[in-house]
């Protein structure tokens, strides 16, 4: 008896989606909930677990293929075949390739996410090569590393060398490789994006600059008991989202959009915060952060960074959104230009924290200082209204006893 694989049902406003990886060949056994293929969108990765045990059957829609939702695209022979159980994996034949119950292995790769999948695929290896460190033995990125920086470092035999010697005299001079590698819809999404965004707003973009000192004296004071109190250490992201929030209430018009003739003013305020993911770059939304507390906006970064670096961000978790913030500090980025995320008229771009001489009271002092960057649509938002945002901001962090830690 044979039950269809389908696409799932695809997020709203997306028509179509891509399929990357079939974890499974044609013919190797599969246990229900295990995961068969993943389908990128343009936002999300959606996994597709089999719906019951059986054989994977026919691959109608191979790896590279666009497809909608509930297109048939394999199919699951029923009871054809004796799926393995965790007891049977103990004894295992040795004409038998070990690629073929690969999940079936402590630390099972069908249960790690897809960026641990792909990073096994790419260097060659499966689940049971890699001793997992997370709960129930599941294998995560760091252990994947590890593996392959400690067989790199293993000696090799000696004549290795010489034969990679040899190779080398071998190739042409000069000669310089070249590879195509087509967009992910990500990737080409973001692109789409950010060329809309340059070519359809009037963007423009003014600085200022924090003098972080008494923050990060405050956070060394406290973060001890913050943390123990609420179970999330004490970032900069925190500070200048509640910043930001207070900001967005005193000038509207950074937190408005343009629809059509008409300006929409949000009475609410959803922060979206620039995530990076081996997929690119993705944006959750913190909604309604004028109800959230420090601790309460550092928990949701840290899930959202989490869902992101797994693929498992939902479109509802990536939609909507009234005002961005993005932090290239956390990459060395000293100063830099943000570029907006339509609708929004505006996003605040964060940078690395750097021991900078300054004038204070008549005197040269050296002071943590960090540079921030707002840019805007010019269409919506003044020159003054801009500038007065992002000097609240600065006055905000630089006396964070105005802004409350609810320890």
């Known amino acids: 008896m044979t039950s269809e694989i389908k696409v799932p049902t695809l997020p709203e406003s997306i028509a179509d989606a891509l399929i990357v990886t079939w ?10 909930d295990e995961v068969l293929v993943d389908i990128e969108t343009d936002k999300v990765v959606l996994e597709v677990p089999a719906a019951e045990d059986g054989v994977l059957g ?7 293929t666009t497809v909608a939702a509930h297109q048939v695209i394999g199919s699951i022979e029923k009871g054809s075949a004796t799926v393995a159980t965790p007891a049977a994996t103990t004894v295992q034949s040795s004409d038998t390739p070990a690629s073929n119950d690969e999940d079936a292995d402590t630390g099972a790769a069908g249960q790690t996410s897809p960026s641990v999948r792909k990073l096994l695929d790419k260097h060659g290896l499966v689940a049971s090569d890699v001793k997992g460190t997370g709960k129930n033995g599941r294998i995560n990125k760091k252990d994947v590393e590890e593996h392959v920086s400690g067989a790199s470092a293993a000696p090799a035999a000696p004549a290795s060398s010489t034969v990679a010697a040899a190779n080398l005299a071998e190739m042409p001079q000069g000669e310089r490789v070249e590879k195509r590698v087509p967009m992910t819809r990500l990737r080409a999404r973001i692109a789409e994006r950010l060329l809309t965004a340059t070519q359809t707003t009037a963007m423009l973009t003014t600085f200022n600059e924090v003098d972080m000192s008494a923050f990060i004296a405050l956070r060394n004071q406290y973060k001890v008991q913050f943390e123990k109190s609420h179970g999330i250490k004490l970032g900069f ?44 770059l993705v944006v959750p939304v913190l909604r309604n952060t004028e109800f959230m507390s420090l601790a309460d906006i550092e928990k949701t970064i840290a899930s959202y960074a989490e869902k992101a670096r797994d693929g498992k961000l939902s479109m509802d978790e990536m939609t ?3 005002f961005t913030v993005s932090n290239g500090g956390v990459f060395g980025s000293l100063l830099s230009t943000p570029i907006l995320n339509p609708p929004q008229s505006a996003i605040l771009g964060m940078h690395a924290t750097q021991d900078r001489p300054i004038a204070v009271n008549g005197e040269i002092v050296i002071r943590p200082m960090m ?11 003044d020159g003054k209204g801009a500038v007065g945002f992002l000097k609240t901001i600065k006055e905000l962090v630089e006396d964070p006893a105005r802004i409350v830690f609810d320890l």
């Open 58 to 64: 026919a691959i109608v829609e191979p790896e590279g």
């Open 237 to 280: 992201m925190s500070i200048f989202l509640k910043a930001a929030t207070e900001s967005l209430k005193r000038f509207p018009d950074i937190n408005a959009s343009i629809d059509g003739d008409d300006v929409v003013y949000h009475g609410y305020c959803d922060i979206g915060v620039a995530v990076s993911s081996e997929r690119g």
């Open 320 to 322: 909507g959104g009234t």
């Open 23 to 32: 974890h499974k060949k044609e013919g190797d056994p599969v246990r229900r």
């Open 371 to 381: 540079y921030i960057a707002l840019s805007y649509d010019h269409r919506i938002v």
